[in-house]
């Protein structure tokens, strides 16, 4: 595909058939198809439901509306940390996602079509409550939902725990872990009056450093000093001296940007240091594979009942556009980024005849959540987005 005139974002939208439901879909492909390119489409296969009432699919509208907008919520954002990990192992399920949306067939097993419109949804909020979106960004499968948290707060807190030891032993020389750079014979040690202090030498300033670092004080032991460790700026330097002369050391050598470093040699605590870094390491590790088989499972099996709840609105507000008996079709359209205004203009234009039914149902006392224009956009067709924008991979 042309990443700059594809996009994943579909229009799942529904028009009434004309003569017949396959003269409708021919119609609106040859109108955005023929010399124009404006979308990709395909059939939505939707198959016969039961339509019970009319006040059962009002009431079924408004609570499908409900379940389908947990996608657009804001609690997506508990499981984002998953989209560095999976970026790479979950580019095949995002082709075949794309592939499910425009192959789209109705789960007959799962879905039983000969039960009637409320106990099938009821159904799929049973099997997703949508409260797991990533990649596509809506929520998981209600029975793991709590397993989900658990698994993402696990993992979380490691990978939290881990990045602040590496932090300690990325950053800058004042205040990193020493653990892995001074050894023992890097000082005087059970000394009643010698101390070994380190010193951060500013590169620029290393020159002075060996004429001066003597003098500093009174009772520097002579050539006490060597480099023990250096980043892109600075040494990191010890030095010996007399106990006594150590804040005269301290106070001379910040004139000459010097800075003596906080520290204290303690060898059970640098190695408990060590030890924490890669068992928390081996952790992250053991818990990345199973997290990751889990997400794919659940992934799919959350997204094919999103889809179902799609097939459902797109349904139930058809039915309660179009009237009864049942026929409308179910059509598919990603469209191309460039051309999407005139994608509008020629859809408006085919189907700007419908609006004055519609208008008839707006204008009456009857609450349609479908069609309430405060909440959603309105088109004189049936219109419903999936958004899959978010899985770019940038």
Request: with cysteine; hydrophobic share 40%; net charge neutral.
């Amino acid at each position: 595909q042309d990443r700059d005139t594809e996009m994943t974002e579909f229009w799942l939208i529904s028009a009434p058939g004309e003569k017949t439901c396959q003269q409708t879909w021919e119609k609106l492909h040859a109108a955005t198809t023929k010399n124009n390119n404006l979308s990709t489409n395909s059939k939505f296969n939707i198959p016969d439901l039961k339509v019970g009432t009319l006040d059962v699919l009002v009431g079924l509208s408004d609570e499908l509306a409900k379940l389908d907008a947990f996608v657009e919520g804001p609690e997506w954002s508990t499981s984002v940390f998953l989209l560095p990990l999976l970026i790479k192992s979950l580019f095949k399920i995002l082709v075949d996602l794309v592939t499910y949306i425009t192959r789209f067939q109705w789960d007959m097993a799962k879905y039983p079509i000969k039960q009637s419109l409320k106990n099938i949804s009821e159904i799929i909020a049973k099997v997703s409550s949508l409260d797991f979106f990533f990649f596509l960004i809506f929520k998981g499968v209600n029975q793991i939902d709590n397993d989900l948290k658990a698994r993402a707060s696990a993992y979380n807190n490691l990978k939290g725990n881990l990045q602040n030891l590496e932090r300690k032993n990325a950053g800058s020389l004042l205040t990193r872990s020493l653990a892995d750079i001074v050894k023992k014979e890097d000082f005087v040690l059970d000394s009643e009056y010698l101390v070994t202090l380190l010193v951060i030498v500013p590169k620029l300033n290393y020159n002075d450093w060996v004429k001066q670092y003597e003098t500093l004080a009174e009772m520097v032991v002579p050539r006490s000093s060597n480099v023990l460790f250096e980043d892109q700026d600075s040494y990191l330097c010890n030095v010996t001296l007399f106990r006594k002369a150590v804040d005269d050391f301290k106070h001379k050598a910040r004139e000459y940007k010097f800075m003596v470093r906080d520290f204290q040699y303690n060898e059970e605590e640098m190695k408990a240091d060590k030890e924490e870094m890669n068992r928390l390491s081996t952790d992250k590790k053991k818990q990345f594979g199973p997290l990751v088989r889990w997400l794919k499972v659940n992934f799919s099996e959350a997204f094919i009942a999103w889809i179902h709840v799609k097939a459902l609105r797109v349904f139930v507000e058809s039915v309660l556009r179009y009237g009864l008996p049942v026929n409308f079709q179910a059509m598919l359209l990603q469209p191309n980024k460039k051309t999407m205004k005139k994608l509008r203009e020629v859809l408006y234009d085919l189907y700007k005849h419908l609006d004055s039914s519609a208008a008839a149902i707006i204008d009456a006392t009857m609450d349609i959540p479908g069609l309430n224009l405060s909440q959603q956009e309105y088109y004189p067709y049936v219109y419903y987005k999936i958004d899959c924008n978010l899985l770019e991979f940038k």
